[in-house]
RNA sequence: GGAGGAGUCGCCUAGUGGUCCAUGGCAGCGGCCUGCUAAGCCGCGCCCCGAUUUUCGGGGCUCGUGGGUUCGAAUCCCACCUCCUCCGCCA
């Protein structure tokens, strides 16, 4: 959410931004509706203040008259005020965050600019084979059996994979921690309030799981719960930055990539996610530095891997609507022959504080709206998919990454332990 | 799922139809005062209007949320949310 103060002083460069983003939104309506409310405002103030200047005169026949008057056109007024706000709002929280000015215009993921490349992209002497082929060949994820138990794009992993990913999540979860992030796991259950205040709502309801309880959906990613902790909280300029690294299991219904990568563990409705989440002071220059620690810790996590990967600084057509500053990092997978996402990196500045009520006493005591940040640790199964077709050996076999093997107990796969 | 109780400003708390434009304390921040420190005093949320527009004046809102009753609601009624106690079921 953007403060209608900011929109109104603003109009041109928000109204560019979202043409940016390629949404529409109608600023001009949007001012129009709040110039009438501001109206109606001051109309219904002025009633209020004589019903309570009669309110504490002494009760007489006369005065339940007059009040009766002004509350029958109070009713009026009023009503016609909700109506208003209601199609305001409804426009207002479709304008998308602005964005800042290193980020680059473009339509979609081709205005993307690569600002980093790391590793060695490995050269297989034989034909390098996807990781739906190897994962059938060691009985380690059972695509059939999965769509026949939970439906499209379900999948059990078995065997060493079931292990891998396990330690896999563990071996992130714990080196953030080691960093001083503080462990959470996060309920997948959430309310609408959770959504709607990340971004998710209105743009991606179609994204998400409904459950048949009255309010209650599945989280597409722990940013939802974690960052709507401090919701209608005011926490103090002391306690900022906040750092968490939170567990939860992810739902997303893909509704919008139906004949996208339908094969493999790509794009699943149902995977696990270690997740960073920080909780910043109102202050751009160090919502950048801490965008950069946050980077910094994904691409330890696939160094150690040592997986080859780039960063990406996204440009508005292929950005959220909540965000402000956006880099993907992309692992190399052999059997896509080319990148594939792993992590994302945002800056939201207060676009979600302003949303969920998040809000901290500053140092001069005035109270202001955090910003928020997050990004991805590891996704998995996704991130299994670069570990399995970059470790693999001529005769099939896949080697464990090095950091991961005191963890799962065995140095390749198959271990011939299961 | 059933029965009972509770939710007041960052935290604690007073308040059971008009004396509440919500009491008192604590913490934090700013200011005043001040050899130093401490104490003391004043201020402190959100929205709108006006002007002599980083300030001042006026009004409104804010007692879990949303409705309702009433001339008037923190207070009465209804629904919902959350928490606590007990019963039932249960990994």
Redesign the pocket.
């Known amino acids: 959410m953007l ?3 900011y929109i109104r002083e603003n109009r041109e460069w928000v109204e560019k931004v979202a043409k940016g983003k390629n949404i529409e939104v109608d600023i001009d309506k949007l001012l129009e509706l ?2 009438r409310l ?2 109606l ?2 109309k ?3 009633l ?2 004589e ?7 002494k ?1 007489t026949e006369g ?6 008057k ?2 029958e056109e109070l ?1 009026k007024l009023e009503a016609e005020y ?1 109506e208003v706000k209601k199609e305001r709002d409804e426009i207002w929280k479709r304008v998308p965050n602005v964005v800042y000015k290193e980020v680059p215009f473009g339509k979609d993921e081709n205005d993307n600019v690569e600002i980093k490349r790391w590793g060695e992209i490995p050269k297989f002497d034989f034909k390098p084979r996807s990781h739906i082929e190897l994962g059938e060949r060691w009985d380690i994820i059972d695509f059939k059996r999965g769509s026949k138990v939970s439906g499209f794009r379900g999948y059990f992993l078995k065997k060493e994979l079931a292990v891998l990913h396990m330690a896999l999540l563990w071996w992130a979860f714990q080196k953030l921690v080691a960093k001083g992030y503080t462990p959470f796991t996060a309920p997948a259950i959430v ?1 609408g309030f959770t959504l709607f205040g990340c971004g998710q709502f209105p743009w991606g309801e179609r994204e998400t799981y409904v459950l048949n309880d ?2 209650a959906y599945l989280a597409g990613t722990a940013e939802q719960p974690i960052t709507s902790y401090y919701a209608n ?2 926490l ?1 300029w ?1 306690e900022l930055p906040k750092k968490f690294v939170a567990i939860s299991p992810c739902f997303r219904r893909e509704a919008g990539a139906h004949g996208k990568d339908t094969r493999g563990i790509y794009r699943l409705h149902e995977f696990w996610k270690v997740e960073q989440v920080i909780i910043a002071p109102a202050d751009d220059e160090k919502a950048r530095e801490l965008h950069e620690e946050l980077q910094k810790n994904t691409e330890e996590i696939w160094q150690e891997l040592k997986i080859p990967y780039r960063v990406l600084l996204m440009c508005t057509g292929d950005m959220g609507e909540p965000q402000a500053k956006k880099y993907d990092t992309e692992a190399w997978m052999p059997g896509r022959g080319g990148w594939g996402e792993v992590a994302s990196n945002s800056i939201m500045t207060d676009f979600q504080a302003r949303r969920l009520n998040i809000r901290y ?7 202001k709206f955090v910003y928020t940040l997050n990004d991805t640790a590891v996704p998995s199964p996704r991130a299994l998919i670069a570990i399995i077709e970059n470790y693999q050996q001529k005769d099939g076999s896949i080697k464990v990454p090095e950091v991961l093997q005191p963890l799962v107990g065995f140095g390749k796969i198959p271990s011939g332990r299961f």
């Open positions: 403060s209608l103060k709040d110039d501001k109206k405002q001051v219904i103030d002025k209020r203040h019903r309570k200047l009669l309110a504490k005169q009760f005065l339940r008259e007059k009040g009766k002004i509350k009713k909700e309310k009255k309010d909280e005011v103090s002391k006493k500053d140092k001069d005591g005035k109270t």
